[in-house]
Every structure is written in structure tokens, then in C-alpha cells.
């Protein structure tokens, strides 16, 4: 709920801020904020949701890195590859110059956006 960083702040803490979360999305789908998940959180954490982590982080939310290179970094993805983008208040006049270049660059290199089924992870 709160994007925290799970190695830097108590068990109870961030297992709250997950079921906060839980009852705005209803999802048994869990991204780690900053793609970590303390071992010793990911017993419970797992037991209720299905844990995604990413291939291709975007970093749209670092201003210092034109779009420009996020989109050369872009060429790089993969089939299946999973991608994060943000959206959020920080991001999002980066993401109106950003995604319809990276929606493009995916569907040239013949691939398609799909939803993750949380039923088949």
C-alpha cells in the first residue's frame, strides 16, 4: 500500500501495509516493492499471494534517464519478458512520451501485452 522497502522496515509493518493493499485491488498477486522480498517475510507473504517479480524494469521514475534511453534500453526485451512501468503522480508526464514508444518498439518486435493469470503462475 505504502511501496515500502521490506529490508529496511519490521515484519508486522509491511504485512499490514500488504493487507491494506488487498483491500482496495482484491488480488492474490504481489509485486515486492524495489524487487526484494525478505526471506523471512515470504512465508506468510506466500501462503495468501502469488509472487511476480519483473524481467525489464523501466526506471521512469528516475528523471535523470531520458526517455530517450529508456527506450534503447527497451530494445532489449524478451518474449515473456514482464515489464514495470509506474503509475503514479511522479511519472506521469514521462509515461504520455514514454509508453506509446514502448507499446510500438514491443508489437514491432512481434510480441503482445498479456495480464498475468494469477490462476497459471
Same mark, same amino acid.
Given at each position: ?21 488487498d483491500? +482496495?485491488?482484491?488480488?492474490? *498477486?504481489?509485486?515486492p516493492?524495489?524487487?526484494?522480498? !525478505?526471506? @523471512?517475510?515470504?512465508? /506468510?507473504?506466500? %501462503?495468501?499471494?502469488?509472487? +511476480?517479480?519483473?524481467?525489464? *524494469?523501466?526506471y521512469?521514475?528516475?528523471?535523470r534517464? !531520458?526517455? @530517450?534511453?529508456?527506450? /534503447?534500453?527497451? %530494445? ?16 506521469q ?11 510500438r ?17
Amino acid at each position: 500500500m505504502r511501496h515500502e522497502k521490506g529490508t529496511t522496515i519490521g515484519k508486522n509493518y509491511y504485512l499490514s501495509s500488504i493487507e491494506a493493499a488487498d483491500k +482496495i485491488i482484491k488480488s492474490n *498477486l504481489f509485486r515486492p516493492p524495489y524487487g526484494r522480498l !525478505p526471506i @523471512s517475510f515470504s512465508k /506468510e507473504i506466500t %501462503k495468501k499471494y502469488n509472487v +511476480i517479480m519483473w524481467t525489464w *524494469l523501466s526506471y521512469d521514475y528516475d528523471e535523470r534517464i !531520458p526517455v @530517450s534511453v529508456i527506450i /534503447e534500453k527497451a %530494445k532489449k526485451i524478451k518474449n515473456g519478458d514482464i515489464l514495470v512501468v509506474h503509475d503514479n503522480i511522479k511519472t506521469q508526464s514521462r509515461l504520455k512520451e514514454l509508453l506509446p514508444q514502448l507499446i510500438r518498439l514491443v508489437k514491432e518486435k512481434g510480441y503482445s501485452f498479456e495480464a498475468i493469470d494469477p490462476l497459471n503462475v
